[in-house]
């Protein structure tokens, strides 16, 4: 007798073979989505940090914050919808608007080195200097790098 057709056992195997490559595909292009926004987000940051240094060329320093429309319209905002974090910096007791800070948190665990501000510098507003550096993109005025993470993995 001549069997025509697969047994269960068949298609069943071909059945989960299909589900594991979906998961792979899918997983594979949420990975993907994830890269081009961090990819976004650290294009904004350089595309702010031009606009912060023709503003301190004309203005003699940086602002205090982003929300003058007539200097900064329309300042792109993060892919997750939030703004970006401005922080500006100081010399102990000396005048605002020496340097900044300006930094976002990307998806993915490899970053590129993190600028950290020097330490006598000082914030000119209540917003903090992160503590934990994590996944942390930031730019700074030239004069303010102390140094970089050791997290170098691109």
């Given amino acids: 007798m001549i069997k025509k057709g697969f047994t269960l056992i068949e298609i069943m195997v071909v059945v989960g073979i299909i589900a594991i490559l979906t998961s792979v595909a899918i997983m594979a292009g949420s990975s993907a989505k994830s890269v081009a926004r961090d990819n976004q987000r650290k294009t ?4 702010i940090q031009l606009k912060l240094e ?5 203005n003699g320093i940086y602002p205090r914050d982003l929300t003058d429309q007539t200097s900064f319209p329309n300042l792109p905002k993060d892919p997750s919808g939030a703004a970006y974090t401005y922080v500006p910096l100081r010399f102990s007791g000396g005048e605002c608007g020496i340097s900044y800070f300006l930094y ?12 950290i501000p020097k330490n006598s510098l000082t914030t000119c507003t209540e917003t903090p200097l992160p503590a934990d ?11 303010a790098v102390q140094s970089t993470s050791a997290n170098t993995s691109i």
């Fill in 133 to 143: 550096t994590q996944n942390l993109y930031g730019v700074t005025s030239p004069d």
């Fill in 54 to 58: 023709s503003f301190k060329e004309q």
């Fill in 44 to 47: 904004d940051i350089r595309l």
């Fill in 104 to 115: 976002t948190t990307l998806e993915n665990s490899k970053t590129t080195p993190n600028l």
